[in-house]
């Protein structure tokens, strides 16, 4: 019924950037949040960053100055420009959608598939 779709991953060296984006579709009354979270091996899942339907951006402080999330053109639809990647960075990227099925009824919370982040000399 929902699918978000990711894209935009791959191997880089650090310094580099990458353009992760992703678009929610399927049935969704309205969109609460949209936003990036991150795993890397042996580590926990975090946030990285998140939009709100009024364009607010929030981000992790790891990646605070090299990261921007931005809405796209299209609905439901946002991209994460990461500049300056460190090995750090490495993690599979998850795309997630806070949202409405039907107006009334509760918010809950899509996953994307992943797409895999490398950053590695």
């Known amino acids: 019924q929902v699918q978000l779709v990711e894209s935009g991953g791959g191997l880089v060296q650090p310094g580099e950037s990458l353009r992760l984006s992703c678009t929610a579709s399927g049935s969704i009354s309205s969109i609460n949040t949209m936003g990036w979270y991150r795993q890397a091996p042996g580590k926990q899942r975090e946030l990285v960053a998140y939009i709100t339907s009024s364009g607010n951006t929030a981000y992790a402080d790891s990646v605070k100055g090299r990261f921007t999330l931005s809405s796209g053109n299209a609905k439901n639809t946002v991209y994460l420009q990461m500049n300056s990647l460190k090995p750090e960075d490495t993690a599979v990227y998850y795309c997630?959608?806070?949202?409405?099925?039907?107006?009334?009824?509760?918010?809950?919370?899509?996953w994307g598939q992943g797409t895999q982040v490398t950053v590695s000399s």
């Open positions: 997630n959608a806070n949202f409405r099925y039907r107006i009334g009824l509760p918010l809950v919370d899509y």
